[in-house]
């Protein structure tokens, strides 16, 4: 048996671990081993990340990085499920790795401690299968969205503030996060859950619609969000798709 065939083989463990899935209609042991050999980024472990990660981890993501320079401070408790009060001062992404770990065993975790900038994204973006998008600033968005262009690795990116959130994919030829939010028309970085507020629950509806939208990316390769854009009114409780397209002066989409 080659290298590859013993890291793609389930164990027992994880064959009982995973068996709701492999019994869905749709979903079989191929699509849980392709969810195994997986290496996945999560762009920021605040109210969207963490949420996002668990339940990856707990579907059988193999391989999980985590990136992050926040500490944790009490107003995160409120929606940040993967935190407690005596983790408070804590860097966020350790303290989730540390979680993800107990969860399931049988994945790998690596946590970053740091911000994700132009010295380290390349690095970090260009190996991963999949780079989930769930950070608070626009620097950081349009920088993602930058390099998984250039790497050609598809980004799925979520938001959430107040009641409302967003989500969509980019990924190959299609439309980018600047096509749909020109960098000159987003550049207030107050527009945050610090400075607007967020009920407790918007973000972890949105990550686990993020987190849902991966497993049918990584495990059956469908892209219902590539290229659509995803608003969800937790008012209303109405959602929205909107279809968007290429800008053909977009600087990032250009420059690939």
């Known amino acids: 048996m080659t290298r590859y065939d013993t890291d793609l083989e389930l164990s027992d463990q994880e064959m009982h671990l995973y068996s709701r899935q492999i019994l869905l209609d749709g979903w079989d042991i191929e699509a849980q081993e392709k969810l195994k050999l997986a290496n996945v980024l999560i762009v920021g472990c605040g109210g969207i990340g963490c949420t996002t990660a ?3 981890a707990r ?26 009060e005596e983790n408070i001062g804590f860097y966020k992404s350790e303290i989730l790795a540390k979680r993800l770990k107990q969860i399931n065993p049988h994945i790998r975790v690596e946590s970053k401690t740091v911000k994700l900038d132009e010295g ?5 973006i260009s190996n991963q299968d999949l780079v989930l998008d769930g950070c608070d600033n626009f620097t950081t968005r349009y920088l993602v969205n930058q390099i998984c262009k250039q790497f ?13 959130g967003q989500l969509f994919m980019v990924e190959g030829d299609s439309a980018c996060y600047e096509c749909l939010f020109p960098k000159e028309q987003h550049v207030n970085e107050n527009l945050r859950c610090a400075d607007s507020g967020v009920l407790a629950t918007t973000p972890n509806v949105m990550a686990s619609l993020q987190a849902h939208h991966a497993l049918l990316y990584l495990g059956l390769g469908k892209m219902p969000l590539k290229q659509k854009l995803m608003l969800w009114d937790g008012l209303s409780m109405k959602q929205r798709l909107l279809a968007f397209e290429k800008d053909t002066d977009c600087p990032v989409c250009q420059a690939r």
Do not use: C, H, K
């Not at 408790?77 to 407690?84: C, F, G, S, T």
């Open 59 to 84: 579907a059988g993501v193999g391989q999980i990085t985590l990136i992050d320079a926040d500490t944790i401070e009490m107003s995160n408790l409120q929606r940040q499920i993967a935190y407690v």
């Open 120 to 124: 380290n994204a390349a690095q970090l």
């Open 152 to 164: 050609n690795t598809p980004v799925i990116s979520a938001s959430a503030i107040g009641f409302q």
């Open 54 to 56: 668990e339940l990856l």
